[in-house]
């Protein structure tokens, strides 16, 4: 049975009730994806990928709340990598099939995959379950706050002084560029002037880092347009629909195709491909260029749109100097007892792992490593260590790796 939207509707509350999650969606059928989007525009922000290393390295600029994957296009690869990776390990991670059989669904839990599902979500309902990874990151960051409340050590007033004198006196310097790029955005794109993202910080407390938004908020909406005429739809005209036969509705009413092409072994209309093709276009020249902005795409490059983290500073969510505050996915696999003293220390901009580099001619340094570096700060940070890790901050941004 087809899942509608209507029966979307059905299966949970009100938009105005719940919280959109954002999923990271791998296929290569792009009028797959168009259908998805359709279906749970209204409670999904879904953002499309064609292959593994794409969302991989979106993963490392925003968190997501899960990823779907289609086994056929790098789904199961994709899936080890996320698993063996020390900061993405834990995300949800959904797989898709064409088909369930004994077989694949037996593989799934093999590789720790979280649930899978056949491209048509006919069978389970996908909603209830990503609100269960919701609520599971939620238990797992109350129990870790009662494991990390003891070893918990208060900011030193020293710490929150130099925090708040610095922190204030750059936001009145920076007030007029803050200023003229919070009413640059509002001129750019309808929505708010900033984009909130859930962070795990000192004694795994969750607070919203901020950040310029960069993204239009109507994204989903521009999709839902885009899916109204789609190849899937019943109101396209009859030459663009889409059939298992690779044939358009001209050829299957009993015209002879004058220009078929073969593609991978398969037979398919021309026109009907050209058709195909010149709608994913336009859909790729709308992912790359509507969806973020093009004063976000400046922001980003330039980094201007980090700078409302100096808001969490003045909050006290986060220090000047500290460790990473983390997604809740890549927190949770740093629970275990020889990692949670990260928590027990400040949550901060720029930290100890940041300023520091392996010798030449070594490999880059591992999640391990940096893990380790964060408890070091955690347990022997002072005025003398943070002084030396802001100066080592400059000129460790010139360099090629992201700090």
């Known amino acids: 049975m087809e899942l509608t939207g209507t ?5 949970i509350e009100s938009k105005s009730q719940i919280t959109l999650f954002r999923v990271f969606y791998l296929s290569k059928d792009f009028a797959q994806y168009l259908w998805f989007a359709e279906q749970y525009g209204n409670f999904l922000q879904v953002e499309y990928f064609d292959n593994s290393d ?19 296009c790098g789904g199961w690869e994709l899936l080890e990598r996320i698993r063996g990776s020390v900061s993405l390990g834990n995300i949800p991670y959904i797989l898709m099939a064409e088909s369930l059989n004994d077989d694949v669904i037996q593989n799934a839990r093999l590789k720790r995959a979280d649930d899978i599902f056949s491209v048509r ?37 020293w710490k929150r002084a130099i925090d708040i004198f610095t922190t204030g006196m750059a936001l009145l310097c920076l007030m007029p560029v803050l200023a003229i790029v919070a009413l640059l955005i509002k001129l750019d794109s309808k929505g708010p002037v900033f984009y909130k993202s ?16 960069t993204m239009r908020t109507d994204a989903d909406q521009m999709i839902r347009k885009m899916a109204a005429l789609s190849m899937y739809n019943k109101g396209t005209e009859p030459t663009q629909q889409v059939e298992s036969e690779g044939l358009c509705d001209e050829c299957k009413a009993g015209n002879q195709c004058k220009s078929l092409l073969f593609l991978d072994g398969k ?15 336009a859909f790729m020249k709308f992912q790359n260029d509507p969806r973020v902005t093009k ?9 201007l749109d980090e700078l409302p983290q100096l808001l969490n500073i003045i909050k006290g ?8 505050p983390l997604p809740l996915y890549e927190a949770e696999k740093m629970t275990t007892d020889d990692k949670i003293l990260r928590f027990a220390g400040p949550a901060g901009l720029t930290g100890l792992w940041q300023v520091t580099k392996r010798g030449k001619g070594k490999a880059d340094m591992s999640e391990e490593e940096r893990a ?18 802001i100066l080592k901050t400059f000129p460790a941004l010139l360099q090629s790796e992201n700090v």
């Open 198 to 213: 859930k962070r795990v910080g000192s004694g795994y407390k969750i607070f919203d880092l901020y950040k310029f938004r």
């Open 372 to 389: 380790q570096l964060d408890v070091t700060y955690a347990k022997e940070f002072s005025f003398m260590m943070d002084l030396k890790i």
């Open 7 to 11: 029966s979307v509707e059905m299966a």
């Open 54 to 72: 794409g969302i991989l390295s979106a993963l490392e600029e925003f968190p997501a709340d899960v990823v779907i994957a289609h086994v056929d």
């Open 267 to 281: 037979e398919i209309c021309e026109k009907l491909y050209h058709f195909q093709k010149d709608q994913k276009a």
């Open 317 to 324: 969510d986060m220090s000047l100097v500290g460790n990473r």
């Open 121 to 157: 979500f006919d069978s389970g309902d996908l909603l209830t379950r990503l609100r269960y990874f919701k609520k599971r990151q939620w238990y797992v960051a109350s129990k870790a706050s009662e494991k990390i409340g003891l070893r918990q050590s208060q900011t030193p007033f």
């Open 295 to 303: 004063f976000g795409a400046f922001l980003r490059n330039s980094s």
